[in-house]
């Protein structure tokens, strides 16, 4: 590939208690062009590739691509995300299944709402991240997470509803429709880590 930049990440990150290497490459090539690519080279290193239909598109915008190491559990997946013409943001990103542990729920910065489900728990060296999806309305989310977090003495930031604050800390609550009549909730954290 042509690369025109490439962003460091040395860091391991650990989605759903697995941990993940992450990083990220522009290159001078079509999406279109990448995908068959990498899907050849996975294949040429011995690695099974499940069909187009077995393949989870979990990014917006972009094409994902998974191959897995069936002997080590490992996973490697690469999301081609278009960016001019002939120039393509590439995330790689490899998983090691093997080293997966349970992830609970004492390093959550907040409380779920009830009927949470899909929750997933993303942690880096520099923030927190907690997903999910709830059988909830947008007031029913504000209002919860303005109840839960003030009584943990988290302050929301004047003027906006989505930013509270606590003693260097700040917590960014995201949310919006999904299928189903429930909506996806997003809360990153950022600061220092809380104790668990």
Same mark, same amino acid.
């Given at each position: ?10 860091? $391991?990150?650990? %989605? @759903?208690?697995?941990?993940?290497? *992450?990083?990220?490459?522009? $290159?001078?090539?079509? %999406? ?16 099974? $590739?499940?069909? =187009? &239909? ?5 990014? /917006? ?15 490697? +997946? ?10 393509? #943001?590439?995330?790689? =990103? !490899? ?10 729920? !004492?390093?959550?910065?907040?409380? #779920?709402?009830? =009927? ?8 880096? !060296?520099?923030?927190?991240?907690? /997903? ?7 007031? !029913?989310?504000? &209002?919860?997470? %303005?109840?839960? *977090? ?11 509803? +989505? $930013?509270?604050?606590? /003693? @260097? ?10 299928? @189903? =009549?429930?909506? /996806?909730?997003? *809360? ?9």
């Amino acid at each position: 590939m042509r690369v025109l930049e490439q962003v460091d990440a040395s860091e $391991v990150v650990e %989605a @759903g208690g697995v941990p993940v290497v *992450l990083r990220a490459v522009v $290159v001078k090539e079509r %999406a279109e062009d990448l995908i068959q690519r990498f899907a050849d080279a996975f294949r040429a290193g011995g690695l099974h $590739v499940p069909p =187009g &239909a077995e393949q989870p598109q979990l990014a /917006s915008g972009a094409a994902m691509l998974t191959a897995i190491d069936m002997y080590r559990g490992i996973t490697f +997946t690469v999301i081609l995300q278009p960016q001019d013409v002939g120039v393509t #943001l590439v995330y790689l =990103g !490899e998983a090691n299944h093997t080293l997966r542990r349970e992830p609970g729920t !004492e390093g959550d910065v907040a409380s #779920l709402p009830p =009927g949470a489900r899909q929750v997933l728990r993303v942690n880096d !060296e520099g923030s927190r991240t907690l /997903s999910f999806l709830v059988p909830m309305s947008a007031g !029913e989310v504000d &209002a919860f997470y %303005a109840q839960a *977090l003030r009584r943990d003495g988290w302050r929301r930031e004047d003027g906006d509803l +989505t $930013v509270y604050t606590r /003693s @260097g800390e700040e917590l960014r609550i995201v949310h919006e429709p999904a299928e @189903g =009549g429930l909506r /996806s909730v997003v *809360l990153v954290h950022r600061g220092r880590s809380p104790a668990p």
